[in-house]
């Protein structure tokens, strides 16, 4: 916890610096060659998965194993979607989705230290009133800590006075823990855990987030202390039964309700791409977005899960026209009717540049489609999420607001990624920074670009204007290296 002497302004910046939306890592790109952002003496995110999966087939509560355990109360760990940061102790962190209903969103957090992993669930809840409880779970079921969480404030307040006891494995049934709004929660907040055992039992009923703004403490400055489940010598006959070997356990894909996206029998990222509007694109654009196509219908959607983690559920239409002065332009406006955002993309901007700039700014402007439908669409659930971006994106619809290195870095890297598969795609033999280089147009205004020296502004500055223009920073014709034979 930060120290009492801390001055205000330590506060302050300590309050920021360990602020952290946990937005996805590019997840997966078009083919396996994915480029990664490596952290120096970090284990791998597989390596750690296959410790997690290990831990929880072994382990046991109330006589069943505990990934049974969790599944028989539907909270079933979703592998495809795991996520991973580092938290303030140089350790990595792994955020695995259990559930999503219509009122909650849950999750395992793990730490592993000497080859043990020390787990917490978490479980965001929205009451009635809007209220939004989170509790710490421990595997065996205890009820850890538990409080409001204000999204204003990005604070945890805990609840102290515990009336009753309560378990994770009651089947949810209390009536603290029902009803509210979709919500859509990514967290994985620099939880710190130790192995020590610890229990809190009981709840009291938050208040509104609207009554006391400014107390509690920021999320991830709670510290929760793990137990481990133990193995009863008997079964528990109250224990949860087995899953019903009939049930299909489920991940609901759409972010968004209403929208128009797949069926339950469709590919939803064939879904998404399908229904792209590039009609009014000229034919520079066209071809650059059937390119990118034409590698794997997923590199869309999976663009947009740098921010989302999941298909995108909206109609994307792309056109021609001024926008502003800038490359493309994502209008703020979601169409409820036809349930889509119109993204404008200047071509008279790329007269002489290539389709490496094209297919740039293409990739930027999916991410911004995607935030402008999920603000529109689920504004609770998107405060939430990232609350680190609500007050830029409202005010400016600007992703140069983010101030936070840690997500801008992993933006570049997405669109990177895409970009490399792009380009071999289309024969280019050219080195991967040259694609980093080239996915910092559009964000140089950041803080993160802004702590490069000098010379690495200048290079990447150059890499930029010469794609886009055939001409460098200097005012000297350049040649780019992407193909001009599209013509804009």
Same mark, same amino acid.
Not at 39 to 61: F, W
Not at 78 to 85: E, I, M, Q, Y
Not at 168 to 192: A, D, I, P, Q, T
């Given at each position: 916890?930060? @120290?009492?002497?801390?001055?205000?302004?330590?506060?302050?910046?300590?309050?920021?610096?360990?602020?952290?939306?946990?937005?996805? +890592?590019?997840?997966?790109?078009?083919?396996?060659?994915?480029?990664?952002?490596?952290?120096?003496?970090?284990?791998?995110?597989?390596?750690?998965?296959?410790?997690?999966?290990?831990?929880?087939?072994?382990?046991?509560?109330?006589?069943? /194993?505990?990934?049974?355990? +969790?599944?028989?109360?539907? *909270?079933? /760990?979703?592998?495809?979607?795991?996520?991973?940061?580092?938290?303030?102790? %140089?350790?990595?962190?792994?955020?695995?989705?259990?559930?999503?209903?219509?009122? !909650?969103?849950?999750?395992?957090?793990?730490?592993?230290?000497?080859?043990?992993?020390?787990?917490?669930?978490?479980?965001?809840?929205?009451?009635?009133?809007?209220?939004?409880? &989170?509790?710490? $779970?421990?595997?065996?079921? #205890? *009820? &850890?800590?538990?409080?409001? $969480? %204000?999204?204003?404030?990005?604070?945890?307040?805990? !609840? @102290?006075?515990?009336?009753?006891?309560?378990?994770?494995?009651? %089947?949810?049934?209390?009536?603290?823990?029902?009803?509210?709004?979709? &919500?859509?929660?990514?967290?994985?907040? #620099?939880?710190?855990?130790?192995? @020590?055992?610890?229990?809190?039992?009981?709840?009291? =009923?938050?208040?509104?987030?609207?009554?006391?703004?400014?107390?509690?403490?920021? &999320?991830?400055?709670?510290?929760?202390?793990?137990?481990?489940?133990?193995?009863?010598?008997? /079964?528990?006959?109250?224990?949860?039964?087995? /899953?019903?070997?009939?049930?299909?356990?489920?991940?609901?894909?759409?972010?968004? #309700?209403?929208?128009?996206?797949? !069926?339950?029998?469709?590919?939803?990222?064939?879904?998404?791409?399908?229904?792209?509007?590039?009609?009014?694109?000229?034919?520079?654009?066209? @071809?650059?977005? =059937?390119?990118?196509?034409?590698?794997?219908?997923?590199?869309?959607?999976?663009?947009?899960?740098?921010?989302?983690?999941?298909?995108?559920? $909206?109609?994307?239409?792309?056109?021609?026209?001024?926008?502003?002065?800038?490359?493309?332009?994502? #209008?703020?406006? $979601?169409?409820?009717?036809?349930?889509?955002?119109?993204?404008?993309?200047? !071509?008279?901007?790329?007269?002489?540049?290539?389709?490496?700039?094209?297919?740039?700014?293409?990739?930027? =402007?999916?991410?911004?489609?995607?935030?402008?439908?999920?603000?529109?669409?689920d504004a609770l659930s998107a405060n939430i999420t990232y609350s680190d971006l609500v007050t830029k994106w409202e005010t400016s619809h600007d992703l140069n607001g983010i101030q936070h290195d840690v997500i801008v870095n992993r933006l570049i890297g997405s669109v990177a990624s895409n970009l490399i598969n792009y380009g071999k795609n289309q024969g280019y033999n050219l080195q991967d920074q040259f694609y980093y280089d080239l996915s910092w147009g559009g964000l140089q205004n950041t803080s993160a670009f802004k702590n490069f020296s000098p010379d690495v502004q200048k290079r990447i500055l150059n890499v930029i204007k010469i794609e886009q223009s055939g001409i460098d920073t200097d005012g000297n014709q350049s040649k780019p290296k992407g193909n001009t034979s599209?013509?804009?």
């Amino acid at each position: 916890m930060i @120290k009492s002497e801390l001055s205000m302004k330590k506060l302050y910046v300590l309050k920021h610096l360990f602020l952290v939306v946990s937005l996805m +890592l590019f997840l997966h790109s078009c083919k396996k060659d994915n480029v990664n952002v490596v952290v120096k003496d970090q284990p791998s995110t597989q390596s750690l998965v296959n410790i997690v999966k290990s831990s929880l087939e072994k382990q046991s509560v109330a006589g069943s /194993p505990m990934i049974s355990s +969790l599944k028989s109360i539907g *909270l079933t /760990p979703d592998w495809s979607n795991v996520k991973t940061r580092i938290n303030s102790k %140089n350790k990595t962190v792994l955020a695995i989705p259990l559930e999503k209903t219509i009122s !909650s969103f849950s999750e395992l957090n793990v730490i592993i230290t000497n080859g043990i992993p020390n787990e917490v669930i978490k479980k965001y809840t929205v009451a009635e009133d809007k209220t939004i409880l &989170l509790e710490f $779970y421990a595997l065996n079921g #205890n *009820l &850890l800590k538990t409080g409001r $969480y %204000n999204p204003a404030t990005r604070k945890f307040l805990e !609840s @102290k006075s515990l009336l009753n006891k309560v378990s994770l494995y009651e %089947n949810l049934k209390s009536g603290f823990r029902s009803n509210g709004n979709v &919500l859509l929660l990514l967290s994985n907040n #620099n939880v710190k855990m130790s192995s @020590k055992d610890r229990a809190i039992a009981g709840i009291n =009923e938050p208040k509104k987030p609207t009554d006391t703004p400014d107390l509690g403490i920021p &999320l991830d400055e709670v510290d929760i202390v793990t137990e481990g489940p133990k193995k009863p010598d008997v /079964p528990d006959p109250l224990g949860p039964p087995s /899953p019903d070997p009939n049930t299909v356990d489920s991940w609901p894909i759409e972010p968004i #309700n209403e929208a128009g996206g797949a !069926s339950e029998t469709t590919d939803p990222a064939n879904s998404f791409v399908d229904k792209i509007d590039d009609t009014k694109l000229k034919d520079c654009f066209k @071809k650059v977005v =059937e390119n990118i196509k034409t590698i794997d219908k997923a590199c869309f959607p999976n663009m947009v899960k740098v921010f989302a983690g999941t298909t995108p559920g $909206y109609n994307w239409k792309m056109q021609d026209g001024y926008s502003g002065g800038n490359n493309g332009d994502t #209008n703020s406006i $979601y169409d409820k009717t036809s349930q889509s955002v119109t993204s404008t993309f200047d !071509s008279n901007l790329f007269k002489g540049g290539s389709d490496l700039a094209i297919a740039k700014t293409i990739l930027h =402007e999916s991410i911004y489609a995607y935030l402008v439908a999920y603000f529109a669409k689920d504004a609770l659930s998107a405060n939430i999420t990232y609350s680190d971006l609500v007050t830029k994106w409202e005010t400016s619809h600007d992703l140069n607001g983010i101030q936070h290195d840690v997500i801008v870095n992993r933006l570049i890297g997405s669109v990177a990624s895409n970009l490399i598969n792009y380009g071999k795609n289309q024969g280019y033999n050219l080195q991967d920074q040259f694609y980093y280089d080239l996915s910092w147009g559009g964000l140089q205004n950041t803080s993160a670009f802004k702590n490069f020296s000098p010379d690495v502004q200048k290079r990447i500055l150059n890499v930029i204007k010469i794609e886009q223009s055939g001409i460098d920073t200097d005012g000297n014709q350049s040649k780019p290296k992407g193909n001009t034979s599209g013509g804009c």
